[in-house]
């Protein structure tokens, strides 16, 4: 890696004399680079002053870095040429259709580090290094943002974007068939000058690799910022249980980033103000909340709206800002958060400054925006960013610019305020979301391990290999889950018996269907033997003679508690409202395990159902501890058998006043589908 990014020698392979080709575009970009330049064609003996050799071969010396700018079908052959001759590190820009593995195996026989294939190449702003094969300005902006991105479009365009930030580090990893994110990331972190890391995946590969990577990025304070493109496939075995099918890829994307403290963000707009944000050199107060100054009541309003849209909380300033505030203002103003000043427009430079001033001292107030239309002043006026960079000079706290339109930013105001520090942000919605990031920033993490238990690892490992559906409720009682275990009849004089057994009331579920609820598969409250006799005969006629008795549960807030094997992160826990309307209403939250208790009463926290638990509208409140511990023990179970596991799911498990019991169980093993 430190061959290949701190490349001293760099040899062009498919160098052309032919302009506005690929192989003229690479040598217009090494002539730029720090980095001693070789030629390889057997076309030419010389590209204008500069020799070619026939073959790499033939070069006088072994060289840090291969481009390759040849065809797919000739790029097994170069990638072995540039082992033999001792290269330690090659840039694919070609797709490698059909030889991918090829070139992903000769390269890794040979120890060589590999971009691509299907990229752009990279740039090592810190020391000048340009390994590309497209034109990009001549002049980066330098910086303190390592970028890595899938999508060489988004390369490009984040090259390009004349943004308050600059780069450190820029790299076009394409398909990553050698060299992966992770890979790029640790280079990143060993760099002392890298402050901010900026990541737009699609599937990510090496994933345990990268999960270390960015816990040790957060732990450094290096924000990490990450713009997932798609998400990860989940199995369609997945799909018979409720938990599957909420696990899907967006899903799981946000419980990565939160298991690794890194910030999640969901399109380009966001992206770049986010990373914006966070490369100021001001870090955010402990108060984890927004303040705004406005000079229109009427998008004050809208700031507001938006803000309650995504989450993001307005600082309560205290008393004695307040009245700060309220001496500054012109008769009929408010002072609240947040803020209009706009009255007379008299001294408007003093005005914002003070008012400005006055919310970044506020304790409650982890970063405060001047939320203005930056548009070009015909008079020349400017006081806005005066105003700015005026409060700017007088205190550390972390402030910002938020327009509204981009189209209408006054580019010279910007560039003069991004100059001294402060980020312009150009979008309320995007800027809103990056104040937040930058107001919550660092992210709380889970710590610690849950001990497995081996032997208990071993006896569930041997019965999911051949797997009896009726074990499901002795799986999760043996990881702590209370249940409500059922007894299987195939008869009705069975189905009396487990009645009698069990104690009325009971409740009688067909065997003969997954979702029994949506083919009118559950007899509930049955009181008495001619109930459980009117029951077994609907559902033999309907469904099968086979079926379970259960005690009857009283009632309670239904919650789907579960696992499920995304086919990228690996298992997650998930916890969700649930009974029949689980997938409809989609109120989740995932985890990655290990989840402690804590963790798990957070999980609940962010669930549109937890008013319910807590009681509503004269409803008992529950026992959410109790929830709280069988979430833990789901993730243990993840923890212990999340390798021969699909899915596995408790819903509804209710939960009462009285604690938590699981109803119904389902387990999907992997190869395979149980109950």
């Known amino acids: 890696m430190a061959a290949m990014l701190g490349a001293r020698s760099v040899a062009i392979v498919g160098a052309s004399a032919r302009p506005d080709s690929f192989g003229a575009r690479m040598i217009v970009e090494a002539q730029r680079s720090s980095a001693r330049m070789y030629l390889v064609n057997p076309r030419y003996d010389r590209i204008g002053d500069v020799p070619c050799a026939a073959s790499l071969a033939e070069l006088g010396e072994p060289v840090d870095l291969v481009l390759l700018g040849v065809p797919d079908g000739a790029l097994?052959?170069?990638?072995?040429?540039?082992?033999?001759?001792?290269?330690?590190?090659?840039?694919?820009?070609?797709?490698a259709l059909g030889v991918r593995d090829k070139v992903a195996a000769v390269a890794a026989d040979a120890g060589m580090a590999l971009c691509g294939a299907g990229c752009m190449g990279f740039v090592n702003n810190?020391?000048?290094?340009?390994?590309?094969?497209?034109?990009?300005?001549?002049?980066?902006?330098?910086?303190?943002?390592s970028l890595v991105t899938h999508s060489g479009s988004a390369f490009s365009t984040l090259l390009r974007s004349r943004r308050g930030f600059g780069f450190r580090l820029a790299v076009s990893s394409g398909q990553e068939i050698v060299t992966t994110t992770a890979d790029y990331v640790d280079y990143a972190l060993d760099d002392p000058g890298t402050d901010v890391l900026a990541l737009l995946l699609e599937s990510p590969r090496e994933v345990p690799r990268l999960r270390r990577a960015l816990r040790r990025a957060h732990d450094g304070g290096i924000p990490t910022v990450v713009l997932p493109v798609g998400g990860s496939p989940t199995g369609q075995a997945m799909v018979a249980a409720h938990s599957g099918a909420l696990a899907g890829g967006d899903a799981a994307w946000q419980a990565f980033c939160d298991d690794v403290g890194a910030v999640r963000v969901r399109d380009?707009?966001?992206?770049?103000?986010?990373?914006?944000?966070?490369?100021?050199?001001?870090?955010a107060g402990s108060g984890g909340r927004l303040a705004t100054v406005h000079d229109s009541g009427a998008e004050r309003a809208m700031i507001a709206d938006l803000a309650h849209e995504v989450g993001v909380e307005f600082a309560q300033l205290s008393p004695k800002s307040l009245s700060a505030i309220a001496d500054l203002?012109?008769?009929?103003?408010?002072?609240?958060?947040?803020?209009?000043?706009?009255?007379?427009?008299?001294?408007?430079?003093?005005?914002?400054?003070?008012?400005?001033?006055?919310?970044?001292?506020?304790?409650?107030?982890?970063?405060?925006?001047l939320a203005v239309d930056l548009v070009p002043e015909f008079d020349g006026d400017t006081a806005y960013p005066d105003a700015v960079l005026d409060v700017a000079a007088e205190t550390d706290a972390p402030l910002a610019v938020l327009t509204s339109l981009s189209g209408a930013v006054d580019r010279d105001a910007a560039t003069r305020l991004r100059a001294n520090g402060i980020p312009v942000l150009e979008g309320?919605?995007?800027?809103?979301?990056?104040?937040?990031?930058?107001?919550?920033?660092p992210l709380r993490l889970e710590s610690g391990t849950q001990a497995v238990d081996r032997e208990r690892r071993r006896r569930w490992q041997a019965r999911l290999a051949?797997?009896?559906?009726?074990?499901?409720?002795?799986?999760?009682?043996?990881?702590?889950?209370?249940?409500?275990?059922?007894?299987?009849?195939?008869?009705?004089?069975?189905?009396?018996?487990?009645?009698?057994?069990?104690?009325?009331?009971?409740?009688?579920?067909?065997?003969?269907?997954?979702?029994?609820?949506?083919?009118?598969?559950?007899?509930?409250?049955?009181?008495?033997?001619?109930?459980?006799?009117?029951?077994?005969?609907?559902?033999?006629?309907?469904l099968g003679p086979a079926v379970t008795v259960q005690p009857m549960v009283p009632d309670g807030v239904e919650v789907s508690v579960g696992v499920v094997r995304d086919a990228t992160f690996g298992p997650l826990v998930v916890v969700a409202a649930g009974g029949t309307l689980v997938e409809l209403l989609a109120d989740r939250a995932l985890a990655c395990p290990p989840v402690s208790h804590g963790g798990a009463?957070?999980?609940?926290?962010?669930?549109?159902?937890?008013?319910?638990?807590?009681?509503?509208?004269?409803?008992?409140?529950?026992?959410?501890?109790?929830?709280?511990?069988?979430?833990?023990?789901?993730?243990?179970?993840?923890?212990?058998?999340?390798?021969?596991?699909e899915a596995v799911e408790a819903n509804p498990l209710i939960v009462s006043l009285s604690g938590v019991v699981a109803v119904d169980a389902l387990v999907v093993q992997r190869g395979g589908v149980g109950q």
Request: charged share 20%; with cysteine.
């Open 76 to 95: 097994v052959e170069q990638v072995a040429a540039a082992a033999d001759a001792g290269a330690r590190s090659a840039v694919v820009f070609g797709a």
């Open 126 to 145: 810190a020391i000048g290094l340009r390994a590309l094969g497209y034109l990009e300005p001549e002049v980066l902006p330098a910086g303190g943002v």
């Open 268 to 283: 380009m707009a966001e992206f770049a103000d986010t990373v914006e944000v966070f490369s100021m050199r001001r870090r």
């Open 329 to 369: 203002l012109d008769d009929g103003l408010v002072a609240t958060n947040p803020l209009d000043v706009w009255g007379t427009g008299a001294d408007t430079r003093s005005l914002f400054r003070a008012c400005l001033h006055v919310m970044t001292q506020d304790p409650a107030v982890a970063v405060t925006a």
């Open 428 to 441: 309320f919605r995007s800027g809103v979301v990056a104040l937040g990031h930058l107001a919550r920033w």
């Open 466 to 542: 051949d797997w009896d559906p009726a074990l499901a409720f002795e799986m999760l009682a043996d990881y702590g889950i209370p249940v409500a275990r059922p007894i299987v009849a195939h008869t009705l004089d069975q189905a009396l018996a487990a009645a009698e057994a069990t104690g009325y009331p009971v409740v009688m579920k067909t065997v003969g269907a997954e979702h029994k609820s949506d083919v009118g598969g559950v007899a509930l409250d049955l009181v008495d033997a001619t109930a459980v006799r009117a029951a077994y005969a609907d559902l033999v006629q309907r």
């Open 601 to 645: 009463l957070r999980m609940l926290d962010g669930l549109r159902i937890r008013r319910l638990l807590d009681g509503w509208r004269g409803a008992p409140a529950t026992d959410v501890h109790a929830l709280a511990d069988a979430i833990v023990g789901f993730s243990q179970l993840a923890t212990e058998l999340g390798d021969s596991l």
